[in-house]
């Protein structure tokens, strides 16, 4: 301990990156559960080679970590705190082959002190598994390439392989080697290697899981993140509020100084590269390789189509790398100006609920939801719950209470992955039903007199809406829910 403070005070850099994850430890006791953190806990509990809407990664280690400390929330927080941790360990190092200590260390500070940090490190998105995995991959892809050490191939196949296991946008792992590779004079004779090659096939091996369940789903999962979006991108239809919304995600995402150093350096090479046709250094282009596809890709698109706030996640860490190389140490102090303003905010929301969050997407009020559910269920015996807003209050009961929880498959929509964890719903035939239909505008206590989802009086045979039940935070109001009591469900399967 003596080592440590003696070295966090040598070094004023890490004792700011140490602030920051303090600062990050101390306000995972006050989250709620968000529903992405239910939803993907629903994955471990569930488990399978892979998922509909993702492959399992970040399920796998919310099951390994509830099953050795116990499922609590406080516990699916801390796996996130402790595999986004593992990331800027493993950034560092990465970040040490490139720069100085001193620069290396820089690099630290400005993405520690960003607030995508902050978002890893309390909620449970397979972004979480995959910054690290993919960070893994580009340490052993420098080794394999740069110090000519030809195992760290077959490590670095084994890597990119589990970042795919993590989410589908790991392909820009493959798409950046081969990039680098194309592209530089001096190592472009790797693109013969076997080494290479049996990268490229273990890291499909190491994928494996998720292409065989694909294969047995009629390639659900592709589809539904390929095809779909790839339709709505062909349409061209411009919106200007898509191009500048993601703009806005990554100011806040990155802060300003360092998105700024984003878009001034891509536009510095870019601009090098096609009117001089020049080329930066050999370390450099491999740092641009895996930073320019997943950047100004997203990027380019967001006129077209929106694009989400963590799909440009990836880039931000070799971004950040060639963002060190740069920005001046006065800019490291703005940089730190806002980090600070914005989390001291972040904090004082968590801890005091001060602004009210009109959305699901909240930490606020699912326990609460819970222990009214199982009342009404208490009262009206013979009856299940379900819930039609994709996700979110299903993943959320399913996590607090011992009964389960149904989704809008119920109902003849589609769930998600509920889809195939319920996929025969015959054994509710004839039972009655609790509806929960979240109010996010919530304005009044009124009831809501009305369906949000006609189709229900397909599916029972009366449906009468009870008392909403209301949450409340410190003696104020703050969600409301809609409450139907639905008699003799008629399974369509």
Same mark, same amino acid.
């Given at each position: 301990?003596?080592?440590?403070?003696?070295?966090?005070?040598?070094?004023?850099?890490?004792?700011?990156?140490?602030?920051?994850?303090?600062?990050?430890?101390?306000?995972?006791p006050?989250m709620?559960?968000?529903?992405?953190?239910?939803?993907?806990?629903?994955?471990?509990?569930?488990?399978?080679?892979?998922?509909?809407?993702?492959p399992?990664?970040?399920?796998y280690?919310?099951?390994?970590?509830?099953?050795?400390?116990?499922?609590?929330?406080?516990?699916?927080?801390?796996?996130?705190?402790?595999?986004?941790?593992?990331?800027?360990?493993?950034?560092?190092?990465?970040?040490?082959?490139?720069?100085?200590k001193?620069?290396?260390?820089?690099?630290?500070?400005?993405?520690?002190?960003?607030?995508?940090?902050?978002?890893?490190s309390?909620?449970?998105?397979?972004?979480?598994?995959?910054?690290?995995?993919?960070?893994?991959?580009?340490?052993?892809?420098?080794?394999?390439?740069?110090?000519?050490?030809?195992?760290?191939?077959?490590?670095?196949g084994?890597?990119?392989?589990?970042?795919?296991?993590?989410?589908?946008?790991?392909?820009?792992?493959?798409?950046?080697?081969?990039?680098?590779?194309?592209?530089?004079?001096?190592?472009?004779?790797?693109l013969?290697?076997?080494?290479?090659?049996?990268?490229?096939?273990?890291?499909?091996?190491?994928?494996?899981?998720?292409?065989?369940?694909?294969?047995?789903?009629?390639?659900a999962?592709?589809?539904?993140?390929?095809?779909?979006?790839?339709?709505s /991108?062909s @349409?061209?239809? &411009?919106?200007?509020?898509?191009? =500048?919304?993601?703009?806005? %995600?990554?100011l $806040?995402? #990155?802060?300003?100084?360092?998105?700024?150093?984003?878009?001034?350096f891509?536009?510095?090479?870019?601009?090098?590269?096609?009117?001089?046709?020049?080329?930066?250094?050999?370390?450099?282009?491999?740092?641009?390789?895996?930073?320019?596809?997943?950047?100004v890709?997203?990027?380019?698109?967001t006129?077209?189509?929106?694009?989400?706030l963590?799909?440009?996640?990836?880039?931000?860490i070799?971004?950040?790398?060639?963002?060190?190389?740069? /920005?001046? @140490?006065?800019? &490291?102090?703005?940089?730190?100006? =806002?980090?600070?303003?914005? %989390?001291?905010? $972040?904090? #004082?929301?968590?801890?005091?609920?001060?602004?009210?969050?009109k959305?699901?997407?909240?930490?606020?009020?699912?326990?609460?939801?819970?222990?009214e559910?199982?009342?009404?269920?208490?009262?009206?015996?013979?009856?299940?719950v379900?819930?039609?807003?994709?996700?979110?209050t299903t993943?959320?009961?399913?996590?607090?209470?011992?009964?389960?929880?149904?989704?809008?498959?119920?109902?003849?929509?589609?769930?998600?992955?509920?889809?195939?964890?319920?996929?025969?719903?015959?054994?509710?035939?004839?039972?009655?039903?609790?509806?929960?239909?979240?109010?996010?505008?919530?304005?009044?206590?009124?009831?809501?007199?009305?369906?949000?989802?006609?189709?229900?009086?397909?599916y029972?045979?009366?449906?009468?809406?009870?008392?909403?039940?209301?949450?409340?935070?410190?003696?104020?109001?703050?969600?409301?829910?809609?409450?139907?009591?639905?008699?003799?469900?008629q399974?369509?399967?």
């Open positions: 301990m003596n080592k440590f403070i003696s070295l966090v005070k040598k070094h004023p850099a890490l004792a700011t990156v140490f602030g920051f994850q303090l600062f990050r430890i101390a306000l995972l006050f709620g559960l968000m529903p992405q953190d239910a939803y993907y806990h629903f994955y471990g509990e569930n488990l399978s080679l892979s998922y509909f809407d993702h399992g990664m970040i399920g280690i919310l099951r390994g970590f509830t099953e050795v400390f116990g499922k609590t929330v406080f516990v699916v927080k801390l796996a996130d705190f402790i595999v986004t941790s593992f990331t800027l360990l493993s950034f560092y190092k990465l970040s040490t082959y490139f720069l100085s001193s620069r290396a260390l820089t690099a630290l500070v400005l993405i520690s002190s960003t607030i995508f940090i902050s978002i890893l309390f909620n449970s998105t397979p972004d979480v598994p995959l910054l690290l995995f993919w960070t893994l991959s580009i340490i052993c892809l420098y080794r394999a390439i740069f110090d000519q050490k030809k195992w760290h191939w077959i490590v670095a084994l890597v990119i392989g589990l970042a795919f296991d993590c989410k589908y946008t790991s392909l820009f792992l493959q798409i950046g080697l081969l990039g680098f590779l194309a592209f530089s004079n001096n190592y472009r004779k790797l013969l290697s076997p080494w290479l090659w049996a990268c490229l096939i273990l890291s499909f091996a190491a994928s494996f899981p998720v292409w065989w369940w694909n294969y047995q789903n009629d390639f999962s592709f589809a539904f993140q390929g095809s779909n979006r790839t339709g /991108i @349409k061209l239809e &411009i919106s200007p509020n898509y191009f =500048f919304g993601a703009i806005a %995600h990554q $806040i995402l #990155l802060l300003p100084i360092l998105f700024f150093a984003f878009i001034s891509t536009y510095k090479y870019i601009k090098r590269a096609v009117f001089k046709f020049k080329l930066p250094s050999s370390k450099t282009l491999f740092l641009l390789a895996f930073f320019v596809p997943t950047f890709g997203f990027l380019a698109i006129p077209i189509y929106w694009v989400k963590n799909w440009m996640m990836p880039a931000y070799t971004g950040a790398i060639i963002a060190a190389m740069f /920005i001046k @140490k006065r800019w &490291i102090k703005v940089q730190l100006y =806002f980090s600070v303003f914005f %989390h001291v905010l $972040i904090g #004082l929301q968590i801890v005091f609920y001060l602004a009210p969050i959305s699901d997407d909240t930490w606020i009020g699912w326990k609460e939801l819970t222990i559910t199982e009342i009404l269920l208490k009262n009206n015996p013979n009856s299940f379900f819930a039609a807003d994709g996700y979110k993943a959320a009961l399913n996590f607090f209470m011992d009964k389960k929880a149904y989704a809008q498959n119920i109902i003849g929509k589609n769930a998600l992955h509920f889809d195939y964890v319920d996929s025969n719903l015959s054994v509710l035939h004839g039972k009655n039903a609790i509806f929960l239909d979240s109010d996010t505008r919530f304005k009044n206590k009124e009831k809501k007199n009305a369906l949000t989802h006609p189709e229900m009086q397909n029972f045979d009366t449906i009468t809406e009870l008392d909403p039940i209301i949450i409340s935070l410190n003696g104020k109001e703050v969600r409301k829910f809609w409450v139907y009591y639905c008699t003799n469900y399974s369509k399967n």
